[in-house]
């Protein structure tokens, strides 16, 4: 009769543990600008949303997409480099810190949908070069902080880069290594979380039929 008591609060504990590994067990797609997108009208110089402002409703993390609704008349550049970011511009950016995603199409106005995987933790920057900065200038941009979260899922996990070989002599010791561009072995976390809850799944269905 003991046991039959225990079942119920066992349950209750196992639900509880379904529900907390099932619920950190997501990866987010930020709709930037929600439903006003990614745009920007070069006749009043406004953004159709507040981009700053956005961001402060939203809490990103690896694995997270932001999804960026817009057309050809915006860009969509992506760096880590402050500098660049400040500038509004391009035209110095380093290929190492710097990225631009685009569709490829330079027509005005085409609609177009961009993904960008968040693959690195910590700050990085956003912002439309159109109009040689001007629409960066009026808003078109706004800087994210990107936690661990779950880590990297596989399908954004890439081998880590080859470790570092130190030069052979004293004489380059003051030379840092490579930077790793995206992340480490240690971002696996995500599956661990999957293979925990298929565990909870087995514990739930032993409780219900112990
Ligand atoms: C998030 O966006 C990516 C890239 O477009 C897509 O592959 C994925 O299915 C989306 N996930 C959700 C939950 O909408
Ligand atoms: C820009 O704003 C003006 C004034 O509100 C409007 O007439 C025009 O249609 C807008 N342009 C675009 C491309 O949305
Ligand atoms: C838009 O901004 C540019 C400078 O960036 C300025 O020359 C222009 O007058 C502005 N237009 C409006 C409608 O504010
Ligand atoms: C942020 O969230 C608050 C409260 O949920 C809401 O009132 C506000 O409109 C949101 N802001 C944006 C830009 O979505
Ligand atoms: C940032 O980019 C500028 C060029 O825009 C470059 O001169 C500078 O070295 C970069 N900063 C870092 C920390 O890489
Ligand atoms: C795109 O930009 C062109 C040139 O500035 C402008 O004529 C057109 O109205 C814009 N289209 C949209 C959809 O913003």
Redesign the pocket.
């Known amino acids: 009769m003991a046991a039959t008591k225990a079942t119920p609060l066992r349950l209750i504990a196992v639900a509880l543990f379904v529900t907390a590994a099932a619920a950190a067990d997501t990866y987010t797609n930020h709709t930037v600008g929600?439903d006003a997108g990614w745009f920007f009208n070069s006749t009043t110089n406004k953004t159709s949303?507040?981009y700053r402002?956005?961001v402060?409703?939203q809490t990103f993390n690896l694995g997270d997409y932001l999804i960026f609704n817009t057309n050809t008349n915006q860009t969509v550049i992506q760096t880590y480099n402050k500098t660049t970011y400040g500038s509004c511009i391009t035209d110095d950016a380093l290929d190492t810190d710097t990225f631009q995603y685009d569709g490829g199409n330079n027509d005005f106005g085409s609609a177009m949908m961009i993904a960008v995987p968040l693959t690195i933790e910590g700050t990085q920057y956003y912002f439309s070069d159109a109009d040689d900065g001007e629409q960066c200038q009026h808003g078109m941009a706004f800087d994210i902080k990107v936690s661990h979260g779950l880590g990297l899922p596989p399908s954004l996990n890439q081998p880590p880069p080859p470790a570092y070989v130190p030069p052979p002599g004293p004489a380059d010791q003051g030379e840092s290594p490579p930077i790793p561009v995206v992340g480490t072995p240690s971002s696996n976390d995500g599956i661990m979380t999957t293979a925990n809850f298929f565990v909870f799944m087995l514990l739930l269905l032993i409780s219900l039929f112990a």
């Open positions: 929600g949303a507040d402002s956005w402060g409703n």
